[in-house]
């Protein structure tokens, strides 16, 4: 098997924590409490995590606009 091709099988699962990290710091959650709980929960339980926020958790923010 090539490099290339073991790195993308381990590197492909991380791509929804990495961008559930991003969105979480992207939105309002009401109170800090709530933000910090799905921050939390995204890195904390990484793959898992990051499908869990996007289904669920992403619905309950809202984006900041600035």
Known sequence: MSHGLT???FLL???PTFWAIVD???RDF???K???L???FVVFVPCL???VYLIFGR???TKITQ
């Open 7 to 9: 790195l993308l099988i």
């Open 13 to 15: 699962p991380m791509v």
């Open 24 to 26: 979480v710091a992207y």
């Open 30 to 32: 009401g109170s800090i």
């Open 34 to 36: 709530k933000k910090a």
């Open 38 to 40: 799905w921050g939390g």
């Open 49 to 51: 995590g990051g499908l």
């Open 59 to 61: 619905r309950q923010g």
